[in-house]
């Protein structure tokens, strides 16, 4: 096979592969992100420490993790012609890919999620912050390089699902490999496609690990957060904070006066 003839298929090969990994990687980022915080929320010890709701999101998220890819598929193909009204093609490959990755990438975010130092959760507590207010306020900005850095590995494992779902007819880089190089042994043409996956997830590795260094670095130089009250104190509590700072001020300002005058005012004694 001459490069006239693989290059419209390798073009059309890689804009599959790109939308599937694309959408399916918006829909496991958008479900996935509150997911794995609730996991530390309802965690023995959390702000909303709940066991019950804690172990059985826990359990849906291990018993999806534990199937492998080709089976997850093949057991939501019901699922998925409901959704999509086919289960072949890219569209009927974007359900089970978003499925497969929303509890990988939760559990990715517990993690990151649980490295946040809870000083500065029991900071913004002790401000009066709400549970709301200590999620967008500390959880998710403190540990946002480890969630792109999850992001970027999320990314990464949906490009190999999307070429497992090429054996069941989903297109993209997947479906070429196994049509053309294995089935028609098309030698060269797998290997074009091996080169080109590499080169993909080493553009996209590359492009997680420079943000989330960024992110890290500005994070770690940057001029330390400020903390404001989240609730003002009763006025009569402030008004009685302020007063007593004015006493001790106006004391310390009259005293080396006094001391002043006193020794201006003392006979000077002659030997």
Known sequence: MTWSEMSPLLAQACWDTLYMVGWSTAIAVIAGLPLGIVLVLTDRGGLLG??????????????????PFIVLMV???????????????????????????IPFFAR????????VDGGLVEAVQSMGGSTWTVVRKVLVPESLPSLISSATTT?????GYSAMAGTVGAGGLGDIAIRYGHQRFETELMWVTVAILAVVISIIQFAGDFAARGLHRRGRGGPAPRLRFLKAGPP??????????TTLAETADT??????SEAVGSPTRTP
């Open 50 to 67: 709940n066991a019950a709701v804690n172990k059985v999101l826990g359990q849906i998220v291990n018993i999806t993790r534990s199937m």
């Open 75 to 101: 057991a939501l193909m019901p699922f998925t012609k409901a959704i999509t009204g086919t289960t072949i093609g890219r569209e009927g490959a974007i359900v089970p890919l978003a499925i497969g990755a």
């Open 108 to 115: 990715l975010v517990e993690t990151a999620v649980r490295e």
């Open 155 to 159: 990314v990464v494992v949906l490009i």
């Open 236 to 245: 009569s509590t402030v008004m009685g904070v302020g007063s007593a700072q």
């Open 255 to 260: 005293r080396p006066a006094a001391q002043n």
